[in-house]
């Protein structure tokens, strides 16, 4: 039987990296993500095939309560709040493996009674790892779940926080040392104790890190989801466990380093380095003064006047897009244009939004073709070609301090070269600072014009005022 | 020893292939790649199945955590590839 559990479980991981694999182009996405599910199916069955699984009630159980609220959840979520519900995910999936941790813990207490399970040290480190990354994972991302929404703000005691986190590290590795070579199996209160301090340093990793940043921690938080599964399978001695979770390990890594790059950024200066709005940010008076009678104020009647003669528009949308639930106006403005003979792109810059390929999902949620999102790369030397760019709700990743700047705090960020375009009009609710806390040059240029508003309500106006021309 | 070398090794092999394939998957698809890896870490679920499948060794405690257990991995997995396929589905309609 055995064997074949095992094999059950290889055909599932062989089947997980098909899946993944589907991946690598929106055609076979779909079949790839259903041969995903049918290798968690199978990995299921080969679970409740265990000999160690004998009643099914109380899995069953398990399985109603969280089968139940996930499709709830699935259902009922907006495409413009995927960034909180992979956060929410990535938190779940670590508190999962903490309890496998925990539960794996108590059971090997009573097999080692009965003599049938003897304590080696890889099975302790493994204890630990486990709980650790479970843990932090878990706290970590309901930390950065609410700075998401906004409702924890940017910290500025950042000094703080890498104090305790300082303490958390070391009080684990002490109980680590006291757990791994003295008492196994009768430290229930240790374990727990742990597991409290675990929990702490999640929080307080997340909490010093700046709202800009967050596409990186929650892709981060993907990645430790995955060890954190490959650390219970070293807990349970499962491969497939351990195959399944590096794979998802991986994966957020690689998207972690992605976005990094996009920033100009290292992951420790993410991490440890504070909140950039926090440090360099201006204060409001400042950002007034920087402004003061200098932006061209337009609004939606000119805006169509522009687009009605233009032979080339890019749009490049940014959080403020998503906040507005533009997309679908978005879609129309351009089924529009390019009735009129107007070449239409999207430009997409690698930390648009909120997490990756955020603006990928929303423009797709309105039928946008993906063959028009354009990466960065390609969109920035077309950009001089162009006779209209509007920004939609972006700020810093259209910043030309970052290209020109050296004293610029995101100097050396790669940026859309939108300032290149013949005419750039930039939607947006106001003169507010982006992310990174600083005023943005581009408001100032002669060639830009800002429209103040709800980019939904500015887009509608806009395509009103179109009709009637 | 050899068993922690073996899943060791098994660990490190993964992270290689995980970083080849995931590589070639096109920034479009990310949001969908990150929902998708939800869904694939609730594979802890089979931790979890084992855990409170009732055999002798388990006590009251081991059962309840493994439960609430199987329920979170569900969530995971549940919506992971519900959401997943709801967003690949707006890619497809091309």
Redesign the interface.
């Known amino acids: 039987m055995d064997v074949l559990i095992n094999l059950g ?1 290889l055909v599932a ?1 062989v089947l ?2 098909l ?3 589907g ?5 076979t ?2 079949n790839g ?2 041969m ?2 049918s290798a ?1 199916l199978i ?2 069955i ?3 095939l ?7 009630e ?2 069953l ?3 109603l ?3 139940a ?3 709830f ?3 009922k ?1 907006a ?1 413009t709040d ?1 960034p909180e ?2 956060a929410t ?2 938190g ?2 670590g ?3 903490l ?2 941790a ?3 813990y ?2 090997s207490q ?2 080692a009674e ?1 003599g ?1 399970f003897a304590v ?3 099975w302790s480190v493994a204890v630990i790892l486990s709980i650790l990354i479970g843990a932090v994972t878990l706290t970590g991302s309901f930390v950065a779940v609410g700075k998401l929404k906004g409702k924890i703000g940017d910290s500025n005691k950042v000094s703080l926080y890498k104090w305790i986190v300082k303490l958390c590290f070391l009080t684990l590795i002490a109980g680590a040392v006291y757990f791994t070579q003295f008492s196994q199996l009768n430290s229930d209160l240790l374990i727990i104790g742990l597991i409290f301090v675990c929990l702490i340093l999640g929080v307080c990793l997340v909490m010093p890190i700046g709202g800009a940043d967050m596409p990186v921690v ?2 981060l938080l ?1 990645s430790y ?2 060890l ?3 650390a ?24 972690t380093s ?1 976005m990094c790059k996009a920033m100009n950024r290292s992951l420790t200066n993410v991490l440890f380095g504070g909140s950039m709005s926090a440090q360099s940010g201006v204060t409001k008076s400042e950002n007034d003064a920087f402004y003061e009678g200098k932006v061209k104020f337009s609004n939606p009647d000119e805006l169509a006047m522009l687009l009605e003669s233009a032979q080339k528009v890019v749009l490049v949308p940014g959080y403020g897009l998503a906040v507005a639930q533009a997309q679908h106006a978005t879609r129309e403005l351009a089924n529009m244009l390019e009735k009129n003979g107007t070449e239409v792109k999207y430009a ?1 810059h ?1 930390v648009a939004g909120r ?4 603006m ?2 929303l423009l ?2 309105a ?1 946008v ?2 063959d028009q ?1 354009v ?1 960065m790369d390609t969109i920035n030397p077309e950009f001089s070609q162009t006779d209209v760019a509007i920004v939609l709700g972006a700020n810093d990743v259209v910043n030309p301090g970052a290209a020109e700047d050296p004293n610029s705090p995101i100097f050396g960020m790669p940026i859309l070269n939108v300032h290149n375009a013949k005419t750039v009009v930039v939607v947006k609710r106001g003169l507010s600072p982006g992310f990174a806390g600083i005023p943005n040059e581009l408001f100032i240029r002669d060639n830009a014009l800002m429209v103040t508003g709800d980019a939904k309500k500015v887009l509608q106006d806009t395509i009103g005022a179109l009709k009637d021309l | 020893m050899e068993m922690f070398i073996m899943s060791l090794t098994i660990f490190v092999l993964a992270i290689f292939v995980g970083v080849e394939v995931i590589n070639k998957v096109p920034p479009t698809l990310h949001t969908p790649l990150m929902s998708g890896t939800n869904a694939i870490s609730g594979i802890v679920v089979v931790g979890a199945i084992i855990s409170s499948g009732g055999s002798d060794h388990t006590t009251v405690l081991s059962t309840v955590l493994g439960v609430i257990a199987i329920a979170l991995a569900t969530i995971n997995i549940v919506a992971g590839y519900m959401v997943t396929d709801r967003m690949l589905n707006m890619f497809k309609r091309k």
């Open positions: 479980y991981a997980f990296i899946g993944v694999k991946l690598t182009s929106p055609k996405a779909v993500n259903r995903s599910a968690m990995a299921i080969a679970a409740l265990d000999s160690n699984v004998i009643t099914y109380y899995i159980l398990g399985v309560i969280g089968g609220i996930g499709a959840i699935a259902k979520v495409m995927m519900m992979v995910l990535n779940i999936g508190g999962a493996s309890l496998v925990a539960a794996n108590l059971e009573k097999l009965v049938q080696t040290y890889d929650v892709s993907n989801s995955g954190a599964g490959a219970a399978g070293f807990v349970l001695g499962n491969n497939g466990l351990i195959i399944v979770g590096s794979l998802v390990g991986a994966s957020g890594i690689i998207l992605i997409i690698p997490m990756p390929g955020h990928n999902v797709a949620e039928e073709p993906y999102l990466d």
